[in-house]
C-alpha cells in the first residue's frame, strides 16, 4: 500500500526536534538525577528546620511551665539535668541555690550559685549568683574570704539591686573578725552607708547591725536567701524588682 507524501512528511516532522530541546534534553539526561537529589535534600533541610523550630519552641515553653510550677530542690535539679531550654536551666539554678541556703544548705546552695556563674558568665542575673556565693560563703564560715568576696561585688556591680547588701556584708564580715582595726573598718563602712542611704531601709538594717555589734558571731541564715527568690520571682530576668522592703539582718 502507497504511503501519501502527507504522511511521510509528517513522520518526518516528527523525527525533527528543535536544537534547544535536544540540548535540554541531553543535559537533563545527564544532570536530570543529580538535581532531583538536591530538590529532595533542600526540600527535607526546609520542613525538618520549621519542624526543629516548633520542637525547640515546645521544649522551651514546658520547660518555662515547669520552672513556674517548680519550688523543690527536686524539681529544681530536674530542670537543670534535662536542660531543655538554657533559659529556664539558668534560673532553676539560681532558685536551686536560694532554696538550698534557706533549708540551711549552704554547701549544696554555693554550688548551685557557682554551676550558674560558671556556665552563664554574660547572662544579665549573674550578679544574683556572685552574690550568692559570697553569702554561702560567710553562712559557711569562712569570713575573711566572705569579705572579699561582698567587696569584689560592689566593686563589679555598683548598681545591682544587692549592691546594699553585698556592703552590709563586707561591714558585718570586717566587724566579725573580732580584731580592733576590722571592726573599726567596718563601723566606717557602716557610718558612711548610712549617711548614703538615710531614710531608707537600708539604713534601718545598718542601725541595726550597728546596735548588734557587740553580740555578732558567725552568722547564721540570714534572709538574704528570700530576697533572691523574691527577686527572682518577679520575673525571668527579674524586670520588675523592687528594692526588697525588709534587707537582711544578721542573726544577733
Known sequence: MAVSSDMKNLAHAREEIPEELELARQWWASHGNAVTIALVVLLAAVLGSRWWKNHAEAKENAAMTALQEASTPDALERIVAQNDSRNATAIARLRLGAVQYAAGNYDLAKSAYSDFAASEPKHPLYDMAAYGIAQCTEALGDVGESIRLFREFGEKFPDSPLA??????????LILTGTDESRREGKSILDLFLTEHAGSPWAIAADELIRATDRLAVPKPAEAASDIA???????????A???????????
Do not use: I, K, Y
Open 164 to 173: 546594699p547588701l553585698a556592703r552590709l556584708g563586707e561591714a558585718r564580715g
Open 242 to 252: 523592687a528594692e526588697p522592703e525588709t534587707p537582711a539582718q544578721p542573726a544577733p
Open 230 to 240: 523574691s527577686f527572682l520571682a518577679s520575673g525571668p530576668a527579674g524586670e520588675d
